[in-house]
């Protein structure tokens, strides 16, 4: 992985070497409720108690309350966002940390050109000016340069400081939406249908079930009972089966002249194979029909009795027999009786 400056400042998931991020937006949450809390009940008390003000610094004052207090209110924001872990509100959080450190900066240098100003116009008139003994100007000259450096030194801490605090926020922030992004990506893989053991005493509270003893209820234990508790892992021995049919389903059905045993058959030969094959299982199964002798009569009842669309058969009666006609009759035609 190349390095970058950027995973480097804005990346890691501690601060001070050992201390956790969240630790420090906490931190930094509850110290900018009670300054920035503090800050502005100042400055609006100034505003409304203070009358011979000019419109300038009564300007001023009043931007530095509302920053002040948009301030509070975003420091509440962070410190909620952070217990819960609420990303929303912590980056709301850090954009005003990014925004107040900004103004901070610029109110730095002013105030910095202000304070070399006052600071080299001091020190013409009241050292220069006003006393004449060279060693007490020498030292009034120090003493107002002390003071140049003293709050040099503060606004460089503090500056610093919210830098760093901003750099913190940015670090928790980048730590949320990695968590997120891993849980969503999680999600999208097959570690998402992974069973996972719950914190707790969940398994400690299984264990502490007694077991129950088996309970039969089937009064057979005979193999392939209707009250046989199934098994899924015992086999089960069937006999062969003993039907002479087979049945092909799956298979292409074969054409009409191929017969039992291959080859072509005849449908009379069909029939009395299938004849045959039926009188030899009623003999196997001791089943015997007779079937009762019919006389002629009784056939042309039956006969008579067929209905179809011509109509009922016609009986062997009504047919007219021919005339028998012998040799010896014959006459030739031009004999006449």
Same mark, same amino acid.
């Given at each position: 992985?190349?390095?970058?400056?950027?995973?480097?400042?804005?990346?890691?998931? =501690?601060?001070?070497?050992?201390?956790?991020?969240?630790? +420090?937006? #906490? @931190?930094? $949450?509850?110290?900018?409720?009670?300054?920035? *809390?503090?800050?502005?009940?100042?400055?609006?008390?100034?505003?409304?108690?203070?009358?011979?003000?000019?419109?300038?610094?009564?300007?001023?004052?009043?931007?530095?309350?509302?920053?002040?207090?948009?301030?509070?209110?975003?420091?509440?924001?962070?410190?909620?966002?952070?217990?819960?872990?609420?990303?929303?509100?912590?980056?709301?959080?850090?954009?005003?940390?990014?925004?107040?450190?900004?103004?901070?900066?610029?109110?730095?240098?002013?105030?910095?050109?202000?304070?070399?100003?006052?600071?080299?116009?001091?020190?013409?008139?009241?050292?220069?000016?006003?006393?004449?003994?060279?060693?007490?100007?020498?030292?009034?000259?120090?003493?107002?340069?002390?003071?140049?450096?003293?709050?040099?030194?503060? =606004?460089?801490?503090?500056?610093?400081?919210?830098?760093? +605090?901003? #750099? @913190?926020? $940015?670090?928790?922030?980048?730590?949320?939406? *990695?968590?997120?992004?891993?849980?969503?990506?999680?999600?999208?893989?097959?570690?998402?249908?992974?069973?996972?053991?719950?914190?707790?005493?969940?398994?400690?509270?299984?264990?502490?079930?007694?077991?129950?003893?088996?309970?039969?209820?089937?009064?057979?234990?005979?193999?392939?009972?209707?009250?046989?508790?199934?098994?899924?892992?015992?086999?089960?021995?069937?006999?062969?089966?003993?039907?002479?049919?087979?049945?092909?389903?799956?298979?292409?059905?074969?054409?009409?002249?191929?017969?039992?045993?291959?080859?072509?058959?005849?449908?009379?030969?069909?029939?009395?194979?299938?004849?045959?094959?039926?009188?030899?299982?009623?003999?196997?199964?001791?089943?015997?029909?007779?079937?009762?002798?019919?006389?002629?009569?009784?056939?042309?009842?039956?006969?008579?009795?067929?209905?179809?669309?011509?109509?009922?058969?016609?009986?062997?009666?009504?047919?007219?027999?021919?005339?028998?006609?012998?040799?010896?009759?014959?006459?030739?035609?031009?004999?006449?009786?």
């Amino acid at each position: 992985m190349p390095f970058s400056y950027r995973d480097l400042f804005l990346g890691g998931s =501690t601060f001070c070497c050992c201390l956790p991020v969240r630790v +420090g937006v #906490i @931190i930094m $949450t509850i110290l900018g409720m009670f300054f920035a *809390g503090i800050l502005s009940i100042v400055l609006w008390f100034e505003v409304s108690s203070t009358i011979d003000m000019t419109s300038g610094e009564r300007a001023g004052f009043v931007i530095a309350g509302l920053v002040e207090t948009f301030l509070f209110a975003a420091s509440i924001f962070g410190f909620v966002g952070t217990v819960v872990r609420k990303q929303l509100f912590v980056q709301t959080y850090a954009y005003i940390i990014y925004f107040h450190f900004i103004l901070n900066v610029g109110v730095a240098i002013f105030l910095l050109y202000e304070v070399t100003r006052f600071s080299s116009t001091a020190t013409n008139k009241a050292c220069h000016d006003t006393i004449k003994d060279p060693q007490a100007q020498e030292q009034c000259t120090n003493l107002l340069n002390i003071a140049t450096g003293v709050y040099w030194a503060l =606004t460089t801490f503090v500056l610093v400081a919210e830098m760093y +605090g901003a #750099i @913190i926020v $940015t670090r928790y922030v980048n730590r949320l939406k *990695g968590q997120k992004r891993a849980v969503r990506v999680s999600r999208m893989t097959d570690d998402a249908f992974k069973l996972l053991p719950t914190k707790g005493s969940g398994y400690s509270q299984l264990r502490e079930i007694p077991i129950q003893p088996e309970i039969h209820v089937s009064p057979s234990n005979s193999e392939g009972g209707i009250y046989e508790e199934y098994d899924p892992y015992r086999e089960i021995n069937r006999a062969p089966s003993t039907s002479r049919q087979t049945h092909e389903y799956h298979g292409p059905a074969p054409p009409l002249e191929v017969g039992y045993g291959g080859g072509t058959w005849t449908h009379d030969e069909i029939s009395a194979e299938e004849k045959s094959r039926l009188q030899r299982l009623d003999r196997e199964s001791g089943i015997i029909l007779d079937e009762p002798q019919i006389d002629e009569e009784e056939a042309d009842r039956r006969r008579s009795e067929v209905k179809s669309s011509l109509g009922p058969p016609a009986s062997k009666t009504d047919v007219d027999p021919l005339p028998q006609y012998s040799a010896a009759s014959t006459t030739s035609p031009g004999h006449l009786p």
